[in-house]
């Protein structure tokens, strides 16, 4: 597997979830991957993947220290072909249970975190004359949920400024996309580790009726990662098993039988 043979890639938030089978998919496919994280874990991630991989200690709301990974990356690899901004943070809360403190904390890390690694990155990027920058958004910065107000404002920031960064480096031959995951099986979701067989029984609100694998997230990274891609600039790649591909009736209560059609049954298994 070489899909990415040769490529240097950065992933943020890589010790666990998503971030992890990202960096696992890419090293896979020939990238050689710098995994940052806030949390220490990130190097027994590294060490597993193996010596295609390194650790990196990194806040992503931290400015300078974006500017020192970048540079520790470059100093060693030469280049960067590949920005995954992956690193997030989620918060339920009502509208009128969040403060403008919640607010900024979330928009500081998913979206400033996002902004910052891009505008760290793009110069080396646009001096190379190519790239691939993906952004991690949310199927809720298409269609948000209830009480994600400060969490949909973040993911909706980060779709939008992805459009605009494909838009500037489009020219310089560097691509930025986002991607759109939903009800993907991570801890931000399962932080106990629960079975996902007993989490996906009644899912049956959405086509797919279960949760998803972080490796199959990871392989829509993959692709947007790879020279594959190349005519794909300012997309956005939904992967959520259908969850905002539509609804489903449920009929109406007291209406005729026959108006409207019945929901799916859920699956058997
Ligand atoms: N799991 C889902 O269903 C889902 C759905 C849509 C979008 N997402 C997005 O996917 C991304 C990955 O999420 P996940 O599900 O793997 O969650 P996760 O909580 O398992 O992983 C997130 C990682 O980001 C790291 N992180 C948090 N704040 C950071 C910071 N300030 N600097 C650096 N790293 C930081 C965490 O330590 C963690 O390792 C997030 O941006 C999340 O919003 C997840």
Same mark, same amino acid.
Request: glycine fraction near 10%.
């Given at each position: 597997?070489?899909?990415?043979?040769?490529?240097?890639?950065?992933?943020?938030?890589?010790?666990?979830?998503?971030?992890?089978?990202?960096?696992?998919?890419?090293?896979?496919?020939?990238?050689?991957?710098?995994?940052?994280?806030?949390?220490?874990?990130?190097?027994?991630?590294?060490?597993?993947?193996?010596?295609?991989?390194?650790?990196?200690?990194?806040?992503?709301?931290?400015?300078?220290?974006?500017?020192?990974?970048?540079?520790?990356?470059?100093?060693?690899?030469?280049?960067?072909?590949?920005?995954?901004?992956?690193?997030?943070?989620?918060?339920?809360?009502?509208?009128?249970?969040?403060?403008?403190?919640?607010?900024?904390?979330?928009?500081?890390?998913?979206?400033?975190?996002?902004?910052?690694?891009?505008?760290?990155?793009?110069?080396?990027?646009?001096?190379?004359?190519?790239?691939?920058?993906?952004?991690?958004?949310?199927? *809720?910065? #298409?269609?948000? /949920? $209830?009480?994600?107000?400060?969490? =949909? &404002?973040?993911?909706?920031?980060?779709?939008?400024? @992805?459009?605009?960064?494909?838009?500037?480096?489009?020219?310089?031959?560097?691509?930025?996309?986002?991607?759109?995951?939903?009800?993907?099986?991570?801890?931000?979701?399962?932080?106990?580790?629960?079975?996902?067989?007993?989490?996906?029984?009644?899912?049956?609100?959405?086509?797919?009726?279960?949760?998803? *694998?972080? #490796?199959?997230? /990871? $392989?829509?990274?993959?692709?947007? =990662? &790879?020279?594959?891609?190349?005519?794909?600039?300012? @997309?956005?790649?939904?992967?959520?098993?259908?969850?905002?591909?539509?609804?489903?009736?449920?009929?109406?209560?007291?209406?005729?039988?026959?108006?409207?059609?019945?929901?799916?049954?859920?699956?058997?298994?």
């Amino acid at each position: 597997m070489t899909r990415l043979a040769g490529k240097i890639a950065i992933v943020t938030g890589a010790a666990r979830g998503m971030g992890a089978a990202i960096s696992r998919r890419f090293a896979e496919e020939g990238a050689t991957v710098a995994l940052t994280d806030v949390l220490p874990e990130v190097d027994a991630t590294a060490q597993a993947i193996g010596p295609a991989a390194t650790a990196y200690r990194h806040d992503v709301s931290d400015e300078s220290r974006w500017q020192e990974v970048v540079d520790a990356v470059v100093a060693r690899h030469g280049r960067i072909d590949v920005l995954v901004n992956n690193a997030g943070i989620l918060m339920f809360k009502d509208l009128l249970a969040t403060s403008a403190a919640d607010l900024r904390r979330i928009l500081d890390v998913n979206a400033v975190g996002t902004f910052i690694g891009m505008r760290t990155v793009a110069p080396h990027m646009i001096r190379q004359g190519s790239g691939s920058i993906v952004n991690n958004s949310s199927c *809720d910065g #298409i269609s948000p /949920a $209830n009480s994600l107000i400060a969490y =949909a &404002s973040s993911k909706f920031a980060v779709r939008g400024m @992805t459009k605009v960064a494909a838009l500037e480096l489009g020219p310089h031959g560097v691509r930025v996309n986002s991607v759109h995951p939903g009800s993907i099986n991570t801890p931000m979701v399962n932080p106990q580790g629960a079975p996902a067989d007993a989490l996906n029984r009644g899912m049956s609100w959405f086509p797919a009726q279960r949760l998803g *694998d972080p #490796i199959e997230a /990871a $392989n829509c990274f993959v692709f947007l =990662a &790879s020279d594959e891609s190349s005519f794909c600039m300012g @997309t956005e790649l939904t992967v959520d098993g259908g969850l905002i591909a539509g609804h489903y009736y449920y009929g109406l209560p007291g209406a005729p039988a026959g108006i409207l059609p019945p929901g799916p049954a859920p699956r058997k298994t």
